[in-house]
């Protein structure tokens, strides 16, 4: 199980958690078209940084960004994030496959739902 998995998740779950919220898939589209440091992105997106970090540091876990440390003109210590390319499908195949690998995981022993 990865760092990011609860106990019922597994790694589709949390990349699809992680992109399951309307602000998260407007960073996305912002940082399609260009790198952005996270000053810029907060204007941007209206939304302070603080609040920006915790949806670029979810996005960076589910492996949809990349943030680099940069020198800005005036020499402080900027980051800097850029999309990374991506691309899932999901159909019942891989909901099965997400599954059956879950479930071999936890050993095969599940509570039942009821």
Known sequence: MGAA????????????????????MRILA??????LH???????????????YLHLTKL???GYVGG????GPDGKAVKTYRL???SFTV???TVLAEVRAHDAGAGGARAQDT
Not at 5 to 24: H, M
Not at 30 to 35: F, G, I, M
Not at 38 to 52: F, K, N, P, Y
Not at 68 to 71: D, Q, R, V
Request: net charge negative; glycine share 8%; charged share 25%.
């Open 5 to 24: 998995e609860g106990p019922e998740t597994g790694p589709l779950v949390d990349r699809l958690a992680a992109v399951a919220s309307a602000p998260r």
């Open 68 to 71: 680099t440390l940069e020198l």
């Open 30 to 35: 912002a940082l399609a078209t260009e790198d």
């Open 91 to 93: 159909d019942i195949g």
């Open 84 to 86: 990374l390319p991506f």
């Open 60 to 62: 960076e876990q589910a």
């Open 38 to 52: 996270v000053s810029e992105l907060a204007r941007r997106m209206g939304t302070s940084r603080q609040l920006l």
